[in-house]
């Protein structure tokens, strides 16, 4: 899926964790960290597609392996949680961070194949390549619906986000999306795009021939 909706839902993960976690614990001192969660949780819904770049100086990555962690981040946002709420609330700003990469890389299980129809995402625990279910495929009427739903939800959240420094929620929430838009639309279209384009022709090619 596109980095713009990862980081979108993200975004609404780490507001929605802050309001959770608020009405549970009765602190008003964790609603009032909703921008930094907010923020936080976009940014995590980034983190796992840093493996597209692949080479990183003698660092190889393979994208949808190296920092995609459907089950870890999860467990990891979990602990963090329980962390925050017991000893130290500055534990919950990582939490966010782990959340939306757990959001990303369980998102792109429901998404089209990258390099082989056989893996979607790869699940580091059982040390095995989770199939995709293509039902949201990359860049389809189905995936900008789904962006279009989280703009709204982000909308709708925006005047309840507690503000950063001198900006309010609502501020917040517009400058934070359109850098996300503006960054990830460009990157999506003048690179993803083509290059997964031949690479999907090339992945049926290759499967046609086995048949």
Same mark, same amino acid.
């Given at each position: 899926?596109?980095? *713009? ?8 993960? #780490? ?10 614990? $009765?602190? /008003? ?6 921008? &930094? ?6 940014? $995590? $819904? &980034? !983190? ?5 770049? =692949? ?50 890389? &369980?998102? %792109?299980?429901? %998404? ?5 129809? %056989?893996? $979607?995402?790869? =699940? ?7 199939? /995709?279910?293509?039902?949201? /495929?990359?860049?389809?009427?189905? =995936?900008?619906?789904? @962006? ?10 925006? /005047? &309840? !986000?507690? #503000? ?23 990157? =999506? ?17 290759? @499967?046609?021939?086995? *048949?």
């Amino acid at each position: 899926m596109m980095v *713009t909706t990862h980081m979108g839902c993200g975004f609404v993960a #780490g507001f929605t964790l802050a309001l959770i976690l608020a009405l549970l614990t $009765g602190s /008003p001192t964790i609603l009032g960290l909703s921008g &930094f969660l907010a923020v936080c949780g976009a940014l $995590g $819904g &980034f !983190i796992p597609d840093i493996d597209r770049i =692949e080479h990183l100086g003698p660092i190889r990555m393979t994208h949808r392996k190296t920092l995609h962690y459907p089950i870890g981040y999860g467990i990891l946002a979990l602990v963090l949680v329980y962390i925050g709420i017991i000893l130290d609330v500055k534990c919950l700003f990582l939490a966010s961070l782990f959340l939306g990469a757990w959001l990303h890389s &369980f998102m %792109d299980i429901f %998404d089209d194949f990258y390099l082989d129809p %056989d893996h $979607g995402v790869y =699940e580091h625990i059982r040390k095995k390549w989770i199939k /995709p279910l293509r039902l949201i /495929p990359f860049a389809s009427q189905r =995936e900008w619906s789904l @962006q279009s739903l989280c703009d709204v939800a982000a909308i709708s959240i925006s /005047p &309840f !986000i507690s #503000g950063i420094y001198t900006l309010s929620g609502w501020i917040l929430t517009a400058l934070t999306y359109l850098v996300v838009w503006a960054a990830s639309t460009f990157y =999506e279209f003048k690179y993803t795009v083509p290059k997964r384009l031949a690479m999907i022709n090339e992945a049926l090619k290759t @499967q046609q021939a086995r *048949t």
